[in-house]
């Protein structure tokens, strides 16, 4: 079997194609409190595209000219608080190519046939990557697809900002003249709370040997739970809800912790619907809208409870979102989640519904579109995904059990999938 090799040409820098402003610029309070200068790797498979490294290349130096604050630097004069440097460099950009076509890869299904370095940009040696906000690959292979690695700043974009973002690029690779979507930054509108969010001692962090797992939930089991769950309590329910139950019964199942200790799920709320008359304008802000919620309950009363009365608990810390964001942007910090980093605790990030899989560069929307960022192994974590086209439902890339409890937990929900 011929090695799959991937070629990459120096990394670049590609600028704004005309002048933009020199300033610095504010991140909001919202931004620094939720990831500080986390990378989110992610990949995005195309199955078709002409030249694609050059027109991506070319749509992006047209997209930074209104985007100019992902053409600078992340900087922090005052410690603790970070801003952008609009500077106009630009960002990293490296073209490669592969020597092999996307399906003799099974189109970059798990596991990897090509490690992720190769998929992922670098920049030069010199370079800070705690300073970027944006760097870019584009690989073309040679059954005429191709693949996108991105390394974005969580700083500066969350996930529905950053998809605004890729299709302003796709809307300029595709002829546009402007994104159909100005963006907007007014980071300094968004209130910062008077006191310190992570008040108290020093978090501790403990390693745990993950192991990864990738399971497809399919669109038919989730709506028979929808359906029962219509059946039982006459209310609606959302995918979000069938699946983040499924996994908090599943692990608490697996996981094995004495019936009384606390096993605890928390997600990042969107908080966009929030910010009406706080920002000139929701839509077009690609900052970071979003809130922690934690639920916390007993081993003993997560096994017990049907998947039902969890996706009502679910649903339940859901509605807590206006009342708690709201306190928090009026200076009550009292109430802002932090949960312990032990192995009770997993977070779920859900990228099915933010737009990274309608991006079109002209050749139309993407396969497939997946993280890298997997080897985190001081939290237990779920990321949902929608599945390669053709296929419907939800895909879960999983690293949230030991070894020793991975086979318990696999079972279990299969059962319930």
């Known amino acids: 079997m011929s090695l799959h090799m991937i070629t990459k040409s120096p990394a670049v820098r590609v600028p704004p194609n005309s002048t933009t402003p020199i300033v610095a610029l504010p991140l909001s309070s919202i931004d620094c409190c939720t990831a500080g200068r986390m990378s989110i790797d992610s990949v995005t498979v195309f199955t078709h595209g002409v030249k694609a490294a050059k027109r991506i290349r070319d749509a992006l130096a047209k997209a ?11 900087t922090e004069i005052n410690l603790g608080e970070p801003e952008v440097n609009c500077t106009g460099e630009g960002i990293w950009f490296v073209e490669a ?28 040696l010199e370079a800070n990557l705690q300073d970027e906000i944006l760097l870019v690959q584009v690989t073309e292979f040679i059954c005429g697809g191709f693949t996108i690695g991105i390394c974005s700043s969580h700083l500066v974009f969350d996930g529905q ?24 930054w007014s980071r300094e509108n968004i209130p910062a709370p008077p006191k310190a969010l992570h008040a108290g001692p020093p978090l501790s962090f403990t390693v745990f040997n993950f192991t990864t797992s990738v399971v497809d939930i399919s669109l038919d089991s989730i709506s028979r739970i929808k359906v029962m769950y219509m059946a039982e309590t006459g209310q609606r329910s959302s995918t979000f809800d069938v699946v983040t139950a499924m996994i908090f019964k599943c692990r608490a199942r697996a996981i094995d912790l004495a019936p009384e200790v606390d096993i605890r799920m928390g997600f990042a709320a969107s908080t966009r619907h929030l910010l ?3 920002l000139p304008s929701v839509e077009g802000y690609y900052g970071n809208c979003l809130y922690p919620i934690g639920i916390a309950k007993s081993c003993e009363e997560i096994n017990k409870a049907s998947l039902v009365t969890v996706m009502s608990i679910i649903k339940g810390a859901k509605e807590t979102l206006s009342t708690k964001f ?16 032990d192995y009770g605790t997993m977070v779920v990030s859900d990228w099915s519904k933010v ?17 890298l960022n997997d080897d985190l192994d001081i939290i237990a974590s ?10 419907t439902g939800i895909r879960l890339i999983l690293r949230c059990v030991k070894e020793e409890h991975s086979a318990v937990f696999r079972e279990e929900l299969s059962k319930m999938a």
């Open 276 to 278: 009406h008359g706080v």
């Open 161 to 184: 900002g950053f998809a605004q973002f890729l299709k302003a690029v796709g809307e300029m690779a595709s002829g546009l003249p402007e994104p159909t979507v100005k963006p907007v």
């Open 382 to 391: 779920g990321i949902y995904l929608k599945p390669p086209v053709p296929k």
């Open 355 to 371: 737009g990274l899989n309608e991006v079109d560069f002209g050749w139309g929307q993407p396969r497939y579109v997946f993280p």
């Open 97 to 124: 190519k592969a020597n092999c076509s996307l399906e003799e890869v099974n189109y970059l299904e798990r596991p990897l046939m090509i490690p992720k370095e190769q998929l992922l940009p670098q920049p030069p």
């Open 64 to 74: 930074l000219v209104l985007y100019y604050p992902v053409a600078g630097k992340i």
């Open 326 to 341: 709201k306190d928090w942007m009026h200076g009550c910090t009292e109430s802002y989640y932090n949960m312990p980093l």
